[in-house]
């Protein structure tokens, strides 16, 4: 299992409408998601910073399965439209620089 993490950044004026969005995703959502491979998805705010730590079985196929699935697409267009940048050119992943296990 390959663990992600991601940072997004919202534009400003909009942290309760995405912490409202979030509230519950769309079950179709939950559910492809869950279909590639999601164990979990954690996002934490700090202001406008938003962290995502994902625990997925792999990633690339992940991305790769949601890519031109409906659910995600409409999902993709009501977060974007919050977010100061595009999640899947902007983010980057986080590299680990330390773990307590």
Same mark, same amino acid.
């Given at each position: 299992m390959e663990r992600i993490a991601l940072r997004t950044r919202l534009k400003p %004026?909009?942290?309760?409408?995405?912490?409202r969005e979030h509230a519950q995703i769309p079950a179709e959502l939950d559910a492809v998601m869950?279909?590639? %491979?999601?164990?979990?998805w954690r996002i934490f705010r700090d202001g406008l910073d938003l962290f995502h730590f994902v625990e997925v079985d792999d990633y690339a196929a992940l991305q790769a399965a949601l890519k031109d699935d409906p659910a995600d697409q409409a999902w993709q267009v009501r977060m974007n439209r919050l977010l100061d940048g595009d999640?899947?050119?902007?983010?980057?992943?986080?590299?680990?620089v330390w773990e307590m296990t």
């Open positions: %004026g909009n942290e309760e409408i995405y912490d869950r279909a590639n %491979g999601v164990h979990s999640f899947d050119k902007g983010a980057g992943t986080l590299p680990l």
